[in-house]
């Protein structure tokens, strides 16, 4: 089963997020702000994470940097999930090594899941 | 020193500051400043040529002074309502970016509570609950649509609307959005036809918005006709463009509001603009995404008779052959 880690200060996304994805047959875990996030993405050994770019404590591009920046954890696939999206954040986000990103409002819950899967190779 | 220089370079850094103000490089201040120091010159030469036949200075240097303090007021004065109106644009353009992203956060966990009820937990739930709640479902997509428009139209004015490129067959795109009108087209007993002679046209496109832009094209032809009526979608290779036409037998559109269709807000005055629903930025949005894409929109259309809309845009082989295209 594959371990996926939300790092989401929305409580109420987080929470819809994070119960789809485990009914869809992940594990998954949840920060809620960018300290706790780096934390568990350097230590929780996920498969993925999903990243929300303005944080609490550490924002999205920050963890994204040290995610990248350790050996173990840098070929983690990364999905920024925001709702920015202008062109200076997304070239930003891909820049510093997100393996992509979504915009929240855009994608249902069942679009978020297929790309998770599609990014685990799961079919 | 270093600051004073820092100034200087600042006053004639035209291209900062004309992007800081969001106007074109020649409606920057100093680019006008050095027209108006141009103007000056040249008319106080003139003043000097005509009154050199005199035989009195004192008028040379009367008019002189004259000449200088009146087109420096007026010029000032044109310049400081120039910068005032960009500054104004500029507030209002960011007022709406910021308004719906706050906006934004809402709406997606509207929508994503929704759907976790409905693909979830939706057991229990009676037939009337789950169509009320299916109710609430498409009212929500309906203001994230609208919250998305405006957040377009914004980040377009800003330059900052993020294209995410790929390639992709362009008839297949054609076909899924005339696939998801066609209960649209039915509801309004509208006759819903595509035409494609080509199986396979690659372009380089964000697919996402540009399928916007033809639900925008196609749901227009069917909204903008009175009673029954036929829209067809023809599909076209055209000299190394992909070409599409949306043609519908509606009410089209009055000759003299042609030229302020693609206009922001606009919607023309015809003779079911009561009836039918729409906010005006459609066609503006789409003629940029279609654009920013590498390629064109245009249409025809006469009153009472119909609409034709097209664009096109460029193949991937034809891209790649034109060194130019950017």
């Not at chain 2, 270093?2 to 409606?27: F, M, P």
């Not at chain 2, 910021?98 to 037939?127: C, D, N, R």
């Not at chain 2, 996402?208 to 196609?218: A, E, H, K, T």
């Not at chain 2, 030229?259 to 503006?284: E, M, P, Q, V």
Request: proline share 2%; aromatic share 6%; net charge negative.
């Amino acid at each position: 089963m594959a371990k996926l880690l939300i790092i989401e200060d929305d409580l109420v996304l987080q929470k819809a997020l994070s119960e789809y994805l485990t009914s869809e047959g992940f594990e998954v875990e949840c920060a809620e702000d960018g300290e706790i996030g780096a934390k568990l993405a350097l230590t929780g050994k996920p498969d993925l994470i999903l990243l929300d770019i303005v944080l609490p404590k550490k924002d999205g591009y920050a963890v994204l940097a040290e995610v990248r920046a350790d050996e173990n954890s840098k070929n983690i696939p990364i999905v920024l999930l925001t709702n920015l999206g202008s062109i200076s954040d997304v070239e930003k986000a891909l820049e510093l090594g997100a393996t992509t990103y979504l915009v929240k409002a855009d994608y249902k819950l069942e679009e978020v899941t297929a790309k998770v899967k599609e990014l685990l190779h799961i079919k | 020193m270093i600051n004073l220089k820092q100034r200087i370079y600042d006053e004639l850094n035209l291209k900062k500051q004309a992007d800081e103000l969001g106007v074109k490089v020649w409606q920057a201040p100093s680019f006008l400043f050095i027209v108006m120091g141009f103007i000056i010159v040249v008319a106080m030469t003139a003043v000097y040529v005509v009154s050199i036949n005199y035989d009195y200075p004192e008028i040379v240097v009367i008019s002189e002074s004259l000449v200088v303090v009146l087109l420096f007021t007026i010029g000032s004065f044109i310049i400081r309502t120039v910068e005032e109106v960009a500054k104004a644009n500029k507030m209002k353009t960011e007022f709406v970016s910021i308004a719906s992203h706050q906006l934004k956060t809402p709406i997606s966990e509207m929508k994503w509570q929704i759907e976790l009820l409905l693909i979830k937990f939706s057991t229990g739930l009676s037939v009337k609950q789950t169509e009320i709640v299916n109710e609430i479902a498409h009212s929500s997509e309906k203001m994230g649509r609208l919250v998305n428009d405006l957040l377009d139209v914004a980040r377009i004015d800003q330059g900052q609307l993020a294209l995410a490129k790929e390639e992709i067959n362009f008839c297949d795109l054609v076909d899924d959005s005339v696939q998801s009108q066609k209960i649209f087209a039915k509801a309004r007993n509208i006759d819903l036809a595509t035409s494609c002679n080509v199986d396979k046209l690659m372009v380089l496109v964000d697919k996402r918005r540009l399928s916007v832009v033809l639900d925008n094209l196609i749901s227009n032809a069917i909204k903008y006709i009175d009673g029954n009526g036929k829209v067809e979608v023809v599909v076209e290779n055209a000299d190394g463009f992909a070409q599409v036409c949306v043609r519908d037998d509606g009410v089209g559109i009055p000759k003299n509001e042609q030229d302020n269709i693609a206009k922001k807000f606009f919607r023309s005055n015809n003779s079911i603009k009561n009836r039918t629903d729409g906010t005006g930025l459609g066609l503006y949005i789409a003629k940029n995404i279609v654009e920013q894409s590498g390629g064109k929109l245009w249409f025809k259309s006469i009153e009472n008779v119909g609409s034709e809309f097209y664009f096109s845009i460029p193949l991937v082989d034809n891209e790649k052959n034109n060194l130019n295209f950017k």
